[in-house]
C-alpha cells in the first residue's frame, strides 16, 4: 500500500535533484529543465497531501493547475530569452 510518507519521500527527492541541478548546470536549456523537475516535485506533494488529508477539497489540485500555467510561461519567457541571446551572438 502507497501512503502519504511514499508521495512526500518521491516528491523530496525529485526536488533535491532538480537542485542540485540547478546549481550544477552551466547549460541554460539545462537549468531551465531542473526547474521544471523541482515544480512537478511540488505538484506531486500537493497532490499527494490533497489526497490523503481532504479528499473532499480540491484545492491541491487547483495551486497544481496554476504550477503548470507558471511553469509553461517560465519556459516559454526562458526560450525566448535563450532564442534572443542566440541570435544576438550571431
Known amino acids: ?3 502519504l510518507t511514499h508521495y512526500l519521500l518521491l ?3 525529485l526536488f533535491g ?12 536549456v539545462a537549468i531551465l529543465m531542473c ?3 523541482m515544480l512537478n516535485a511540488v ?10 488529508v481532504t479528499p473532499a477539497n480540491g484545492v491541491g489540485q487547483l495551486f497544481s493547475v496554476f504550477i503548470i500555467v507558471v511553469a509553461a510561461a517560465e519556459v516559454s519567457v ?6 534572443s541571446i542566440y541570435r544576438q551572438k550571431r
Open 1 to 3: 500500500m502507497i501512503t
Open 11 to 13: 516528491g523530496t527527492l
Open 17 to 28: 535533484i532538480g537542485l542540485l541541478g540547478v546549481f550544477a548546470k552551466r547549460n541554460a
Open 35 to 37: 526547474v521544471e523537475l
Open 43 to 52: 505538484n506531486i506533494n500537493l497532490v499527494a497531501v490533497n489526497r490523503f
Open 78 to 83: 526562458g526560450l525566448a530569452l535563450i532564442i
